[in-house]
Nanobody, 117 residues
Framework: QVQLQESGPGLVKPSQTLSLTCTVSGGSITTSYYYWSWIRQPPGKGLEWMGSIAYDGSTYYSPSLKSHTSISRDTSKNQFSLQLTSVTPEDTAVYYC?????????WGQGTQVTVSS
């Protein structure tokens, strides 16, 4: 059973960079056909896919966020990370990491990030 756990600061100031890490257990992030994603849910709104990194390291981003989003991985630690630059209060949300493979999905519990001065 794949398990995911998000970690990172709960409060970020406007214009700074939001950095989150997802630690994966129960499976390797390099296992074929897995896709590792970041998804967020602002208060009162629906889920928003931000981007993904595939088992082979390929990355995919939401067009609306691509200009200030970066997803990377550390295979030695079995982790993948999100960086969101120049944040604004509109980036306040619960951030989730997710694994997808062949129609099966695994979610982290989510972490609240608030952007405020």
């Amino acid at each position: 059973q794949v398990q995911l756990q998000e970690s990172g600061p709960g409060l970020v100031k406007p214009s700074q960079t939001l950095s989150l890490t997802c630690t994966v257990s129960g499976g390797s992030i390099t296992t074929s056909y897995y896709y590792w994603s970041w998804i967020r849910q602002p208060p009162g709104k629906g889920l928003e896919w931000m981007g993904s990194i595939a088992y082979d390291g390929s990355t995919y981003y939401s067009p609306s966020l691509k200009s200030h989003t970066s997803i990377s991985r550390d295979t030695s630690k079995n982790q993948f990370s999100l960086q969101l630059t120049s944040v604004t209060p509109e980036d306040t949300a619960v951030y989730y990491c997710k694994a997808s493979v062949a129609g099966t999905y695994y979610w982290g519990q989510g972490t609240q990030v608030t952007v405020s001065s």
